[in-house]
């Protein structure tokens, strides 16, 4: 018998999803200025610096870090010295103390409190970070360009394997495309349980 509690239920995610699946509700393309003209484009590209250089917690942690002025002024000490694009970096760099305030980067993805998220599980499956950011290495400017939303989480879930790369391939290598054989060897192990992706409310809403 079909109580009223479970119609009610199912009338609310009817509404879930017609909601939240709709792109209307998403920050796809927020490309807030930042304090500093850091480019992407130049320092991932151009010099072809590991995103890890940066975002060191990305393989460990629930958070990927933005880098402090420290890691800049590894370089930025003998290059562009002169720049008028730099004094706030120099302004927080090393006078010893370590308490100078951070440099206020702009956040430019963000999830509800409510969702948990975790860079780790990801990178450790080898999604790479284009699947969900995608050619920061060709920006200028950060820009997000995912919804980010329920839906989209879910979409990939439910169909992951061509977002899974081989062992080897790196998830910071930018232009990776999935082959027939990488989606087939990776759908061998969604099917194995080898990799979960979970699709029960409780693994993001704990
Ligand atoms: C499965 C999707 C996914 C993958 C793969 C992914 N990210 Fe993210 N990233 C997100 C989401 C979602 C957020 C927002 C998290 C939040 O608000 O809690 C985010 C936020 C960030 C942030 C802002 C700081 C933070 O942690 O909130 C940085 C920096 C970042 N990602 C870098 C990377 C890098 C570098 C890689 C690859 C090594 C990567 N991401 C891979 C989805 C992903
Ligand atoms: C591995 C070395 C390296 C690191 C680390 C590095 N940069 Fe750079 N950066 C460079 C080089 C090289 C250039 C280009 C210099 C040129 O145009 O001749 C540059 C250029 C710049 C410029 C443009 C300066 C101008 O006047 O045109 C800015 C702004 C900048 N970097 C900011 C940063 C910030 C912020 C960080 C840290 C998040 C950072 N850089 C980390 C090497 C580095
Ligand atoms: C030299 C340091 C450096 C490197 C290398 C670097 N980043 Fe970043 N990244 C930053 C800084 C600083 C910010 C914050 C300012 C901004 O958004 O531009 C940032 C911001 C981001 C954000 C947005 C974070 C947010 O607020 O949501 C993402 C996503 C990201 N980086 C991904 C990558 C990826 C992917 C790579 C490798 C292709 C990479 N980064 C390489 C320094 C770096
Ligand atoms: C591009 C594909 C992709 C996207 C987008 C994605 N995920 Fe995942 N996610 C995966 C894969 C693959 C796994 C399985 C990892 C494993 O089993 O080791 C996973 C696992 C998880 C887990 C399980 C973690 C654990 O501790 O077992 C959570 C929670 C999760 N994802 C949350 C999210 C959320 C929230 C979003 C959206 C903001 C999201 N994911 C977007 C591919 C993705
Ligand atoms: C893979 C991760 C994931 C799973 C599984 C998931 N959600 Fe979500 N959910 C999210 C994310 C991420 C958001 C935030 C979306 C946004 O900001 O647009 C969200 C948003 C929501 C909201 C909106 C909250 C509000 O403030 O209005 C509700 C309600 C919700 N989820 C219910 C559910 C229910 C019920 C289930 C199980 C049927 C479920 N979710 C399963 C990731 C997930």
Redesign the pocket.
């Known amino acids: 018998m079909l109580s009223m509690g479970s119609a009610a239920s199912g009338l609310a995610v009817t509404f879930i999803v017609w909601f939240w699946f709709s792109p209307r509700h998403t920050d796809v393309g927020y490309e807030p200025l930042q304090p500093i003209a850091y480019s992407h484009k130049l320092h991932a590209g151009q010099l072809g610096l590991d995103c890890r250089y940066c975002h060191r917690l990305v393989e460990e942690g629930p958070h990927a870090t933005v880098p402090d002025a420290d890691t800049c002024m590894g370089c930025h000490k003998q290059v562009k010295t002169d720049s008028r694009l730099l004094p706030l970096l120099r302004a927080n760099y090393g006078d010893g103390k370590g308490d100078n305030p951070p440099i206020p980067w702009v956040k430019v993805h963000m999830?509800p409190d409510y969702?948990?998220?975790?860079h780790a599980?990801?990178v450790?499956?080898n999604?790479g970070c284009a699947?969900?950011h995608g050619r920061v290495d060709q920006m200028e400017v950060v820009r997000q360009v995912?919804p980010?939303s329920?839906g989209?989480?879910l979409?990939?879930?439910r169909n992951?394997a061509p977002?899974?790369r081989p062992a080897g391939v790196k998830v910071t290598q930018m232009d990776w495309q999935p082959t027939d054989t990488s989606i087939a060897t990776a759908e061998m192990r969604l099917n194995a349980n080898e990799?979960?992706?979970?699709t029960q409310c409780s693994?993001?809403h704990r």
């Not at 969702?115 to 975790?118: D, E, N």
């Not at 990799?195 to 979970?198: A, G, K, M, Q, T």
């Open positions: 999830l969702a948990y998220f975790s599980v990801h450790r499956a999604v699947s969900c995912e980010l329920m989209w989480c979409d990939c879930h992951a977002h899974i990799l979960n992706p979970p693994a993001c």
